[in-house]
């Protein structure tokens, strides 16, 4: 049965991707009507991929015993609602089975991207606790030097890790904003009637002076959950700088530019060395201020034409 176990679940790891549902049928030889090692080392295999057992009713059944040898793992979330009935066949002393499922939950407008993890929790925990103090460590006590000591340790701890602790795939659902309120909600609401409504009869001023102001009501609302949101981030950390840029660059979603300067034209001088380049503007801007002739400007708006003028680029 541990070769089965390991080849099924080398299957299920090629197939488990993102974008693709699939599920498993067949007589598997393990009767899951009775609880024991096989049943439910069977079961939480499928589980951490996300398959779920649906036939429930015996599906071998003679004179003195009866059976679930046929199984059908499905992803439940996935789909909205399925139908399973026996199907007496007459051919074969396990009875078929007939699935229907119905269509697809619709997708949300964001696509949830999937996150690849360990399945801990108090029962991996202990599971992988158990196969530590149960092992005897003969191996590592009849090894020959530190080194293939330390490697044979390293194996079997990795090997009961694995083993405890599989791989699962999770959706990385999207975050609601911290900072929206009930009223916000409310408004939101508020303004999708008043939507409505304006569409139904575009002609009505009053549908549409109404539509209009609320929406300037959400906008307001917004902007201050907006403000006091970050306001109270802000109070609370330490390091206001550093958490007033966090919160800008998080806000604007930009990722970090990789922008670099390859040359620069001094006079005449194309310089590409990064050296001579940060000389080239160090120099520039610390003697900005003695190389203006001051007595050739006037007072007013003829100090901006000087120095548009002098440092033109």
């Given amino acids: 049965m541990e070769h089965f176990f390991s080849l099924i679940e080398k299957v299920l790891n090629y197939s488990f991707q993102p974008k693709v549902t699939f599920l ?10 009775i609880k024991n090692h096989d049943a439910s080392k069977l079961l939480t295999l499928m589980k951490t991929f996300k398959l779920t057992q649906v036939v429930d009713f015996p599906t071998r059944i003679s004179n003195t015993t009866e059976s679930l040898l ?3 793992f499905i992803d439940t979330s996935t789909y909205q609602e399925f139908q399973i009935m026996p199907h007496v066949n007459g051919l074969s002393d396990h009875d078929a089975q007939i699935i ?8 949300s407008k964001q696509e949830l991207s999937k996150v690849k993890m360990r399945l801990i929790n108090d029962t991996t925990i202990k599971s992988f606790q158990l196969l530590l103090k149960d092992d005897m460590w003969y191996q590592v006590y009849a090894s020959h030097g530190t080194s293939e000591a330390f490697n044979i340790f390293h194996d079997m701890c990795l090997k009961y890790f694995e083993a405890s602790f599989p791989i ?3 959706n990385k659902g999207y975050q609601q904003k911290s900072w929206i309120t009930m009223d916000i909600k409310l408004s939101c609401d508020r303004k999708r009637d008043l939507f409505k409504q304006y569409r139904e009869n575009t002609g009505n001023i009053h549908a549409k002076n109404q ?6 009501i959400l906008k307001k609302t917004i902007k ?8 109270k981030q802000i109070a609370a950390l330490t390091n206001k700088v550093k ?3 966090r919160i800008i660059t998080n806000t604007k979603g930009n990722s970090k530019h990789t922008d670099t300067i390859d040359s620069v034209k001094c006079g005449n001088i194309l310089l590409n060395n990064p050296k001579d380049i940060a000389n080239a503007f160090n120099n520039y801007y610390s003697n900005i201020t003695s190389n203006l002739d001051i007595n050739q400007i006037n007072l007013g708006k003829e100090v901006f034409r000087y120095l548009t003028d002098r440092h033109r680029h």
């Fill in 211 to 216: 539509y209009k102001a609320q929406c300037n």
């Fill in 168 to 170: 699962i795939y999770k």
């Fill in 24 to 33: 498993i049928c067949g007589d598997l030889n393990i009767n899951l009507l």
């Fill in 100 to 107: 229907c499922l119905n269509k697809l939950k619709p997708n």
């Fill in 70 to 72: 046929d199984t059908i």
């Fill in 224 to 231: 201050e959950a907006k403000k006091q949101f970050f306001h």
């Fill in 243 to 245: 958490s007033t840029w």
